[in-house]
């Protein structure tokens, strides 16, 4: 059927987020919209993004001493050229004019892409989870952005429940689970996730795709994003980044790598209408020396690798 659509413990990061306030005075308007955050493409298409209701301007990294940071990760020193998980996606879908990409990223392509690399499930096997189980027990009807930390977490606690017993609310966020559907969730719990620090990125986020362990990210975008480079693909190439011209911030999911492109694979939540079917390639260069303050290609935010 085609689908369209802590850990209680106190978790320390290093900051370059701007709040709201700070983004909206520093801009001299508001980006954002009832709903979430909006890009817009170079033919005027809308595409809503909802990571949260603020834009990092910098990279926020979990620190050394956080039990809840990656650390001491073996670098292989025979990683492969490339790599690419996407076969245990489900299909790709669109979140529609809601700012419920976080959970597209962490639930039904994160968690479902898990399970199904557990099953060893491709894509025409393999479990679909509901987005809209985890946005709509965090938004509660007032459909906005939301944190990958806390969509991670929920995730730990309850799981997600099959689309076929909550499918996706396109149109609102108000639906909570019944105990039905918490039940069917509660088969489906994530073992745990962890932030990435920002050191060795490049490195640290090929290493656990290999292991199948795909990464969520907060990303800004501005007007570059997905739009076709040199080698024909929609991507996210190195540029100067100007703070005004961030939509703001969005949430999608590392399933994939190629040295070749120079580049990471991610999955996003707009359909297969827009990008490479569904898909972008970022470079590299967007998780290297990310807390450089003269980087002028600045555009990631946040990373977290989920896990089993």
């Given at each position: 059927?085609?689908?369209?659509?802590?850990?209680?413990?106190?978790?320390?990061?290093?900051?370059?987020?701007?709040e709201?306030?700070?983004y909206t005075?520093?801009?001299?308007t508001?980006?954002?919209?009832?709903?979430?955050?909006?890009?817009?493409?170079?033919?005027?298409?809308?595409?809503?993004?909802?990571?949260?209701?603020?834009y990092?301007?910098?990279?926020?990294?979990?620190?050394?001493?956080?039990?809840?940071?990656?650390?001491?990760?073996?670098?292989?020193?025979?990683?492969?050229?490339?790599?690419?998980?996407?076969?245990?996606?489900?299909?790709?879908?669109?979140?529609?004019?809601?700012?419920?990409?976080?959970?597209?990223?962490?639930?039904?392509?994160?968690?479902?892409?898990?399970?199904?690399?557990?099953?060893?499930?491709?894509?025409?096997?393999g479990?679909?989870l509901?987005?809209?189980?985890?946005?709509?027990?965090?938004?509660?009807?007032?459909?906005?952005g939301?944190?990958?930390?806390?969509s991670?977490?929920?995730?730990?606690?309850?799981?997600?429940?099959?689309?076929?017993?909550?499918?996706?609310?396109?149109?609102?966020?108000?639906?909570?689970?019944?105990?039905?559907?918490r039940?069917?969730?509660?088969?489906?719990?994530?073992?745990?996730y962890?932030?990435?620090?920002?050191?060795?990125?490049?490195?640290?986020?090929?290493?656990?795709?290999?292991?199948g362990?795909?990464?969520?990210?907060?990303?800004?975008?501005?007007p570059?994003?997905?739009k076709?480079?040199?080698l024909?693909?929609?991507?996210?190439?190195?540029?100067?980044v100007?703070?005004?011209?961030?939509?703001?911030?969005?949430?999608?999911?590392?399933v994939g790598?190629?040295?070749?492109?120079?580049?990471?694979?991610l999955?996003?939540?707009?359909?297969?209408?827009?990008?490479?079917?569904?898909?972008?390639?970022?470079?590299?260069?967007?998780?290297?020396?990310?807390?450089d303050?003269?980087?002028?290609?600045?555009?990631?935010?946040?990373?977290?690798?989920?896990?089993?």
């Amino acid at each position: 059927m085609r689908k369209f659509l802590i850990f209680p413990v106190v978790l320390f990061l290093i900051t370059g987020c701007l709040e709201k306030n700070e983004y909206t005075s520093l801009l001299g308007t508001d980006p954002l919209t009832q709903n979430g955050e909006v890009f817009i493409a170079e033919d005027g298409e809308e595409y809503w993004m909802g990571c949260e209701n603020s834009y990092c301007y910098g990279f926020s990294g979990g620190v050394p001493e956080s039990l809840k940071t990656l650390q001491n990760l073996t670098i292989p020193n025979d990683l492969p050229a490339s790599f690419d998980l996407s076969n245990f996606l489900p299909e790709v879908g669109n979140q529609g004019r809601l700012g419920s990409c976080t959970a597209w990223a962490t639930t039904y392509y994160g968690r479902s892409l898990l399970h199904n690399i557990g099953q060893n499930s491709s894509r025409s096997q393999g479990v679909t989870l509901s987005p809209s189980f985890i946005y709509n027990q965090i938004t509660k009807g007032q459909c906005k952005g939301t944190s990958i930390i806390r969509s991670l977490q929920l995730l730990v606690d309850q799981g997600a429940s099959e689309w076929e017993v909550f499918p996706y609310q396109s149109t609102g966020c108000n639906l909570q689970p019944t105990a039905a559907q918490r039940e069917n969730a509660s088969n489906f719990k994530m073992k745990d996730y962890l932030i990435l620090s920002g050191e060795n990125m490049v490195a640290e986020v090929k290493t656990l795709l290999t292991q199948g362990k795909p990464i969520v990210v907060a990303m800004g975008l501005d007007p570059e994003f997905g739009k076709k480079d040199a080698l024909g693909l929609s991507a996210y190439r190195p540029h100067q980044v100007k703070k005004d011209q961030i939509y703001g911030s969005h949430a999608m999911l590392v399933v994939g790598y190629s040295d070749q492109f120079k580049a990471f694979k991610l999955v996003n939540s707009w359909g297969e209408g827009w990008g490479d079917q569904g898909f972008v390639w970022v470079d590299y260069a967007a998780f290297e020396n990310v807390f450089d303050l003269q980087n002028p290609f600045r555009v990631l935010c946040q990373a977290l690798v989920v896990m089993n």
